[in-house]
């Protein structure tokens, strides 16, 4: 009961921390010049795969590898088949992504999680592992920095902009004290949400005799990726559909790139080879048709979103039953 309280109030911290991360950080950013298109394609994403981070990076420095392994991939699995699947599913009007930007991140949500995959196939994502999918992300920042220098007078990317404005305009109001506030609030929010989850979710393994890499897989992973869901249904749901979707192929990236890569820097993560060999599939199968449908017309509609929780629900169906473990 303890433990199951503790996972409850943890995602309930992460949440409103998250919350408070994203709009301090994205305040900070407009009080440095950063650019908006950066701002959110980048940032934001950063800011919501927080919880994710800070859970991996302690699981890792605790003891439990595959906890933090199985968070990274499976928060990837709930972003595509639950957030992008219900926002689709409640938006009155198809989800809408930037050709210009997706050309780009599309191709590189695959490549990063397919080689996240090659490096780990022995069961362990060593610390030079780690280096070179942080170095993989910091090449794809460098890009679309770049890509946006070139392009920002192109109308899609002004459009792009427009779409971001009302996010931003109420954060670009506040006050710089408020601004630290709460991005300090946040990063407090997330260490201490991090810290419950991680304590009540090895609680609960315990308690249940379930292995570590299903806790990870889902318990934590969806609990840390409550941020990406909340940002990307309430984007859709204000017909601000670009935020949403750029945040959940941004999160992807930053699952696999910064939130393993990170934690294997610190710590190297293992997990049984045949663990790996589920994950990791499940992971590029609805990647890939998050892929392939958005390319189609560079929007999602209710039956792609029907399309993707039910992808999910045969990858959670497949987990407690026991294949792969």
Not at 48 to 73: C, D, H, K, R
Not at 121 to 147: I, S, W
Not at 218 to 241: D, M, N, Y
Request: with cysteine.
């Amino acid at each position: 009961m303890v433990d199951a309280a503790c996972i409850l109030a943890a995602v309930i911290v992460l949440w409103k921390a998250a919350d408070w991360f994203v709009d301090g950080a994205v305040g900070l950013a407009e009080r440095l010049g950063a650019p908006k298109m950066l701002v959110g394609i980048v940032l934001v994403s950063f800011c919501t795969t927080a919880p994710e981070f800070m859970s991996s990076f302690l699981a890792t420095l605790q003891g439990q590898p595959v906890i933090a392994l199985g968070n990274a991939i499976g928060s990837i699995t709930v972003d595509v088949g639950v957030a992008l699947a219900l926002a689709a599913l409640l938006s009155s009007t198809p989800l809408q992504a930037d050709p210009l930007i997706f050309r780009t991140s599309g191709v590189f949500v695959l490549l990063s999680l397919g080689l996240g995959f090659t490096l780990c196939m022995d069961g362990t994502l060593g610390r030079l592992d780690g280096a070179v999918l942080l170095a993989a992300y910091a090449g794809y920042v460098t890009l679309a920095y770049r890509q946006y220098t070139r392009r920002r007078r192109d109308p899609a990317v002004r459009e792009r902009m427009a779409a971001l404005a009302e996010h931003e305009q109420a954060v670009a109001s506040m006050s710089t004290p408020k601004i630290a506030g709460l991005f300090a609030g946040g990063i407090a929010g997330v260490l201490v949400g991090a810290e419950l989850l991680i304590h009540g979710a090895v609680g609960v393994a315990a308690a249940f005799g379930l292995p570590p890499e299903v806790i990870g897989l889902t318990v934590v992973a969806i609990g840390t990726s409550v941020p990406e869901i909340v940002t990307c249904v309430a984007s859709a749901l204000k017909r601000q559909s670009q935020i949403g979707v750029g945040n959940i192929i941004g999160a992807d990236i930053l699952n696999i790139c910064w939130v393993a890569g990170a934690s294997a820097v610190a710590n190297p993560l293992t997990a049984e080879v045949r663990v790996i060999w589920f994950m990791f599939p499940a992971a590029l199968v609805l990647v890939g048709a998050m892929v392939v449908l958005l390319r189609m017309g560079y929007n999602l509609t209710r039956w792609n979103g029907a399309v993707l929780l039910a992808l999910y629900a045969g990858y959670m169906a497949l987990l407690l039953l026991g294949v792969g473990r």
